[in-house]
Nanobody, 111 residues
Framework: VQLQASGGGLVQPGGSLRLSCEAS????????ASWVRQAPGKALEAVAA????????NYADAVKGRFTISRDNAKNILYLDMSSLKPEDTAVYYC?????RGQGTLVTVSS
C-alpha cells in the first residue's frame, strides 16, 4: 500500500494550491479516503474526507468553504483544492486510506 502526496509549497495568504495523492498497491476505489494535517508543534488534525465513490464529503470547520476534496478513481488519485489560504493552514498534509497514512507534503502560507 502506497500513498504519495505532492503539490505542497510556499504560498501567500489568500492564495491557492492543489494537493494530489497517488495511491497504489490496493483497490483505491473501494475505500474512503481523507486528508489530515499536522502543524508544527501540534497534533494531527482531520481536514477532509470523501466516500469511496466520491458521493459524500465532509470537512473540518476550520477549512469548510475554502477546501474541496475530490478523487479520480480511474487514475487512483485523491485531490485537495485549497483556496483563501491562511497562515494557520501551514502544516504537513497527508493523505490516508485503508488505515494507512502516506508521506506528507509541506504547505507553508506566509508573506
Amino acid at each position: 500500500v502506497q500513498l504519495q502526496a505532492s503539490g505542497g509549497g510556499l504560498v501567500q495568504p489568500g492564495g491557492s494550491l492543489r494537493l494530489s495523492c497517488e495511491a497504489s498497491g490496493f483497490a483505491f476505489s473501494t475505500y474512503a479516503a481523507s486528508w489530515v494535517r499536522q502543524a508544527p508543534g501540534k497534533a494531527l488534525e482531520a481536514v477532509a474526507a470523501i466516500t469511496s465513490g466520491g458521493e459524500k464529503t465532509n470537512y473540518a470547520d476550520a477549512v469548510k468553504g475554502r477546501f474541496t476534496i475530490s478523487r479520480d478513481n480511474a487514475k487512483n488519485i485523491l485531490y485537495l483544492d485549497m483556496s483563501s489560504l491562511k497562515p494557520e493552514d501551514t502544516a504537513v498534509y497527508y493523505c490516508a486510506a485503508r488505515n494507512t497514512r502516506g508521506q506528507g507534503t509541506l504547505v507553508t502560507v506566509s508573506s
